[in-house]
């Protein structure tokens, strides 16, 4: 249908070979491949991380909560540009989502002083989001939260492989969470990552992930443990040995595929450049670099979006809004104001999201940027 689709798979003969050795092999889940996704992932990150492979970046976000004890009379702030799964994570925990604004126009994400705003004394967390793969300033806000005794989550479902001065996303937070959803810069279907540098809240999300139990099926049928015990309860958040398979080789992709993100959202500048088109995070200071998940573009005051996303669809070209705001859905009415995220508003009145993916070519960015140009002529 589409001549220039949103996303596409980054998928090759290896990731059908990982899946059919797996099958093969006769273990479907939680086993040696999951360890292996789980170690590579570690050594990926860097930096004393211990990941948890689970079901989904929402179920990732979901142990957080859980692990940090965060529930009802606690505030969470979180995003008010963000996927919803943020919200929701905090409503199932019984908690209340505080919406803080974009910094800016141009930076889309939480700021120190946005965050600061929305600070009270029922403050539990913060969910942060490095939104579309760039990195937020996270030295003020690590440091606002420890003053405050804030925890700190970090959403890094748009940022693996982003990085501040060499140190990676998912490794700032005191708990970090990932999404292998398909769209993802690594995809996997569904599934995700739940990341901690310390060992007992390690502990915690092992139990949570799996009944709370203190043994697995792999370490019973290995002779390892007879029974199990339960040791708090949990859920099954487990993710199974194909998806680990995938990710496996989907991880070594990343660099390779993130760097041709960064070309093409270089080439969509350029060709953007002196229009009436802005494209967010344009501040990249020289230690900053960004996952390149998305390719948000803010469109000029006053454009009718609806009519430019169908004279793109004339044309072949999939578009898409990220995100619209939390307070449009019918199961947040009268939870939110707009007024509180001014940024936002304006934001997710004028967002679009254009194709990009590691195997897009020069010349579909070309004939994106030329159907968007005349879309607005
Ligand atoms: C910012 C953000 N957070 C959380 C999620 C949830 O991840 P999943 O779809 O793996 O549950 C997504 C995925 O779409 C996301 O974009």
Redesign the pocket.
Known sequence: MWKIQLFKLNFDQRELKAVSETVEGGWLTMGERIIAFETAFNGFLNSGAISTAVS??????HMALLALNVGPNDEVIIPAL??I??ANVVRMVGARPILADCASLSDWNLSAESIGRRITPRTKAVIV?H?AGFPCDMAPILKLCKDRGIRVIE?V??APGASIGRQLCGTFGEIS?F???S??NLSIG???MVVTRDAALSQRLCYLRSHGMTTLTLDRHKGRAITYDVAEPGLNYRMDEMRAAIGLVQLEKLPAGNARRKALTNLYRHNLQGSLVTIPFDHLAIDIVSAFHILPVLLPTGCDRLAVIEALKAKGVQSSIHYPPFWSFSAYQGMFDPADAPLTAEICRRELTLPLYPTMTDAEVDYVTNALLEALL
């Open positions: 989904s970046g929402t179920a990732a976000l963000t996927f799964a943020d989001v939104y959403d479902a748009h969470c999404s292998f959803f769209n993802k569904e599934g995700g």
